[in-house]
């Protein structure tokens, strides 16, 4: 192996090294981000009297299982609709035939 190919491989080493520093970082930044808006969350909930604060949950809860169900039905749906051709009204979708335009 030549001098000009290890030279090479090191730039590429080392820019892939200092990529991964800086996604490493930016990373880190969102984490903590993310747990400061949990912790402002939480302290706005436990600011509340009891009540109050039972109601918000309920429905952050609620909407919460109405939101991850109505994902789960359309996956579901374009996976079936996809594997077996078919439109969300019943019937088959209509597909063009394939013809050689010149």
Same mark, same amino acid.
């Given at each position: 192996?030549?001098?000009p190919?290890?030279?090479i491989r090191a730039a590429?080493?080392?820019?892939?090294?200092?990529?991964?520093?800086f996604a490493a970082?930016?990373?880190?930044?969102? !984490?903590r981000e993310a747990e400061a808006a949990v912790q402002n969350i939480h302290d706005q909930l436990d600011a509340l009297d009891p009540a109050t604060r039972a109601a918000v949950v309920a %429905?952050?809860?609620s909407d919460e299982v109405k939101r991850s169900t109505t994902s789960v039905n359309d %996956?579901?749906?374009r996976r079936l609709y996809g594997v077996f051709g078919m439109r969300p009204g019943g019937g088959r979708a209509c !597909?063009?035939?394939?013809?050689a335009s010149l």
């Open positions: 192996m030549g001098s190919t290890r030279i590429l080493l080392a820019a892939a090294a200092v990529f991964l520093a970082s930016q990373l880190r930044d969102k !984490h %429905r952050l809860t %996956r579901r749906a !597909h063009k035939p394939l013809t």
